[in-house]
């Protein structure tokens, strides 16, 4: 084995990393991410090929950060630290193939991200793919780590496969998960729908957020006139991506089959009155907190109008635990009725 660190193999090692690094500027000027991705993947497997091969320590990264820095002062990127990444980056992802296809499509942030919440391959690979077909921020895509999105198979019941095109079929499905997590809210026990709107709307945001990617917010009981009547309809999106209208039907209590015949009758009037001639058909969405599968499809049955039901998770005031043990209103009032208030001096 020759000398690990000997001044003519580490020069020659030196030399060819900035080779690889001046051709990536000529091409891209590492503007192009994948690009960049593709180069720190290279840089991170010839890392770990001289460091099995070779036997360089671990202090070989400190010094190539510190001579690519001098070779190379105005980029940003060959620090220590992003150095190992590089090379953990190569020896999770091993196959160039699904470098190039996959991982470098999304920034160099959202790879070290992945490295750093994930350990299983095939999981960074899916939350990967997830962040490519949704634009998700670096953010986004730790929320829906954390939030554990890889393990949620979605239950909502939907007549999309029979009443939308094949391709937007498939991206209504994914636009459909099941549950909504409104934890973010907090709703008394006998909240009403317009309670719940009302405390999403003062959390749009997030709302948003749980909707996912590519919904632009349109209105809140928006009015509609059909014949001499009109009506509001709790809440109105419309999606960048699958270019529709999506109708919003909120309920706190349990799905109704005559919940699909009003979402119906919604859908129907937005592809009138509404829609664009460029437009795809109108989403209908009704949020319960439950739902019982197959009341749910046999009330989608024979509907002609794409639409979805799906079940929403909702914050309350208290915990299960602690409801019961406080006083109530009515106690607090009593005991106030009841206190001595202490004499004003004279």
């Given at each position: ?26 091409k891209a000027a590492l503007a192009v ?99 490519i077909e949704h634009g998700w921020s ?153 739902n019982d599968a197959t009341v749910a ?50």
């Open positions: 084995m020759s000398n690990p660190l000997s001044p003519d193999n580490y020069r020659q090692f030196l030399q060819s990393l900035k080779e690889r690094i001046q051709s990536a500027q000529v991410n994948q690009e960049l991705i593709l180069l720190y993947w290279q840089i991170g497997r010839d890392i770990l090929d001289r460091q099995q091969r070779e036997g360089w320590g671990t202090k070989v990264i400190d010094r190539l950060a510190k001579d690519l820095k001098r070779d190379f002062p105005d980029m940003t990127g060959f620090s220590a630290r992003n150095l190992k990444y590089m090379r953990a980056f190569a020896d999770a992802n091993p196959d160039a193939q699904l470098v190039q296809q996959v991982f470098s499509q999304i920034p160099w942030g959202h790879n070290v991200r992945l490295l750093d919440a994930l350990k299983d391959p095939q999981e960074r690979q899916w939350y990967a793919r997830q962040t670096r953010n986004v895509l730790l929320m829906q780590i954390e939030q554990g999105l890889h393990q949620q198979t979605s239950t909502a019941i939907t007549n999309f496969e029979r009443t939308l095109t094949p391709d937007q079929s498939d991206l209504a499905k994914d636009l459909l998960k099941d549950p909504y997590n409104f934890d973010f809210l907090t709703l008394a026990a006998d909240a009403q729908e317009r309670d719940l709107e009302k405390s999403l709307l003062s959390h749009i945001r997030d709302f948003l957020l749980e909707l996912g990617v590519g919904f632009a917010f349109v209105g809140s009981q928006y009015p509609i006139q059909v014949g001499s009547k009109d009506y509001a309809i709790d809440l109105l999106f419309y999606h960048l991506k699958l270019r529709c209208f999506v109708v919003i039907d909120l309920k706190l209590g349990e799905f109704e089959p005559e919940f699909s015949g009003k979402m119906n009758f919604f859908v129907s009037a937005v592809d009138d009155l509404l829609r664009h001639r460029d437009d795809q058909p109108t989403i209908g969405m009704i949020l319960c907190k439950s499809e046999y009330s989608l049955r024979d509907v002609n109008k794409p639409i979805g039901v799906a079940t929403h998770r909702l914050g309350r005031e208290l915990p299960a635990d602690l409801q019961g043990t406080l006083p109530t209103v009515e106690e607090l009032e009593l005991q106030l009725e009841n206190a001595q208030l202490p004499e004003t001096p004279g």
